[in-house]
T-cell receptor, first 116, second 116 residues
C-alpha cells in the first residue's frame, strides 16, 4: 500500500515552454501533498504544501506564479512549471500524506526536468 | 524552528559489518522522526518512523533506529550491511506542535557505500 506515482518520469523542454507534472496517490486518499525540489547531491527542498480543494502554501522564496500547484482531488496534485528556463532544471519529487491521521509522507519516484 | 543534522556525508562499510548512519535533531516540541532511503534517480522510500512508544523502532529491510531524547538523536542501524544497501539516506523530523506542523525537515543526507 501507500503508492505514489509521478508522470512524466523525465521531460526535456525548450526554454519558455510550460511543463506539467502529475502526482497521484494510487491506493489511498491524500488530503495533503507536498512538492520538493532536489539539486544534485543535495537534500530535498520543500517548495509548497497543497491541500485538496484549497490554495497551495508556498515556501519562502518559491514563486507561486512560476510554480503553479493544483490539488483538485484527493488523489491528484499537479505542478506546472511556467515559462521554464534552464535554471529550473532539477529533480522534482512529490509526496502525499493520507487522511486517517497518517503521519508518514510517501514519495513519488520523481521527475527529472531538463530545460534547454 | 526544527532542524536535522546528519554529520557524515558518506559512510563506508564492508558487507556483513554493522552499519550506523547518524542523525540528530532539534525541535521545540515533541518530534516525529523518519528515515528514508533514495536510490539513484528515484524518489524516497520510507524505512521507519518514531512517533511514540518504544524507543527502538524496527523498519524495512532489517533496519532499525533508536530514539534518544536526552541526546536528541535518531541513529539508523543495520546489524549486517548488504551491498544493495548502498544508497542515500535521509533523516527527517516533524515538530507536532509547530504551527506549520505539516512540514518535514530533512537532513542533508548520508551516502552509504557497502563494499563486497
Amino acid at each position: 500500500g501507500a503508492v505514489v506515482s509521478q508522470h512524466p518520469s523525465r521531460v526535456i523542454c525548450k526554454s519558455g515552454t510550460s511543463v506539467k507534472i502529475e502526482c497521484r496517490s494510487l491506493d489511498f486518499q491524500a488530503t495533503t501533498m507536498f512538492w520538493y525540489r532536489q539539486f544534485p547531491k543535495q537534500s530535498l527542498m520543500l517548495m509548497a504544501t497543497s491541500n485538496e480543494g484549497s490554495k497551495a502554501t508556498y515556501e519562502q522564496g518559491v514563486e507561486k506564479d512560476k510554480f503553479l500547484i493544483n490539488h483538485a482531488s484527493l488523489t491528484l496534485s499537479t505542478l506546472t512549471v511556467t515559462s521554464a528556463h534552464p535554471e529550473d532544471s532539477s529533480f522534482y519529487i512529490c509526496s502525499a500524506r493520507g487522511d486517517r491521521g497518517e503521519e508518514t509522507q510517501y514519495f513519488g519516484p520523481g521527475t527529472r526536468l531538463l530545460v534547454l | 524552528a526544527q532542524s536535522v543534522a546528519q554529520p557524515e556525508d558518506q559512510v563506508n562499510v564492508a558487507e556483513g559489518n554493522p552499519l550506523t548512519v547518524k542523525c540528530t535533531y532539534s525541535v521545540s516540541g515533541n518530534p516525529y522522526l523518519f528515515w528514508y532511503v533514495q536510490y539513484p534517480n528515484r524518489g524516497l522510500q520510507f524505512l521507519l518512523k518514531y512517533i511514540t512508544g518504544d524507543n527502538l523502532v524496527k523498519g524495512s529491510y532489517g533496519f532499525e533506529a533508536e530514539f534518544n531524547k536526552s541526546q536528541t538523536s535518531f541513529h539508523l542501524k543495520k546489524p549486517s550491511a548488504l551491498v544493495s544497501d548502498s544508497a542515500l539516506y535521509f533523516c527527517a523530523v516533524r515538530d507536532i506542535f509547530q504551527a506549520a506542523g505539516n512540514k518535514l525537515t530533512f537532513g542533508g543526507g548520508t551516502r552509504v557505500l557497502v563494499k563486497p
